[in-house]
């Protein structure tokens, strides 16, 4: 019997039209994860979807700001994932994934990947992912994934210089956000299928194709200082692989820069 048939009977089996079932469409809030967050501990369904136009408090991670003016994607979907190994990390990286297979599909453009959350077209954050898992009882109840999408946004704060670009910049025009969002929630519901079904290896086989981390020198800070190497690889865990001084380390911490 092939996977795919094996998979086909499987109870885990989704509801093809999950992502996006239930959309609470909000003018401007905090942020569409902490409103993802409480509809989740009131027990909104898998695939909930909150969007705003704006976001007063959109936030990054460690709290760092995000920038949330009209004209962008600011977006929260709700995930219950079942069994195995699925988690903040993971699903992060599979959502990068979404969004440069989304860029690519409808407007052409080449996005990469900064290990584990930026999306960058010509070295600039297009987009930024935030996953967090709340729990119940020290027991996951749910994912609340953000996605940030500089869509049509034009002007930036001077902060972040030429950090940020959009797609209004990249492709000198306005986007749908309507074509934008739906195409994305497609997307990640279709990785997402992947994830719950056949766990985290074919994703991660995508996801380096996509990334501009592996084979680059990093520079990150650890508890023993401040430390070089070179990133070579995603384990299944999610963890970027970096070899210093010949050693191999796994990191989960997320703040490095590429040296070259
Ligand atoms: C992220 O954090 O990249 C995750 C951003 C997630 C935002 C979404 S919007 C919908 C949902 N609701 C929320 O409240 N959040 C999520 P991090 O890797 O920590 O990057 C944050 C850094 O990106 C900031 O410190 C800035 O340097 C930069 N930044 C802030 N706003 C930006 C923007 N609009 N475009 C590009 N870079 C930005």
Known sequence: MSKEQTSRGEPKELNPMLMGSRIHYLRRVSSTNDVASELAYQGAPEGTVVVAEAQDEGRG??????????????????????????????????????????????????????????????????????????????????????????ANVNEFPEELGEEATSLIRELGKK??????????????????????????????????????????????????????????GVDLDGSLLVKIEGETRKIFISDYIYVD
């Open 61 to 150: 991670r460690l709290r760092r700001r995000w920038f949330s003016p009209p004209g962008g994607l600011w977006i929260s979907v709700i995930l219950r994932p079942r069994g195995g190994p699925i988690d903040a990390l993971r699903i992060t990286l599979t959502a990068g994934l979404s969004v440069v297979e989304v860029l690519r599909d409808l407007y052409d453009l080449k996005a990469t990947i900064k290990w584990p959350n930026d999306v960058r077209v010509k070295s600039r954050k297009i987009c930024g992912v935030l996953s967090e898992m709340d729990s119940i009882e020290d027991q996951m109840d749910h994912v609340v994934l953000g996605f940030g999408l500089n």
């Open 175 to 232: 986007v749908s956000l309507f074509e934008l969002s739906k195409e994305l929630l497609k997307g990640l519901e279709k990785w997402y299928l992947v994830l719950q079904r056949d766990g985290f290896e074919p994703i991660l086989k995508e996801w380096v194709k996509h990334s501009d981390t592996l084979g680059r020198r990093v520079r990150f800070k650890d508890q023993e200082g401040l430390r070089e190497g070179e990133a070579f």
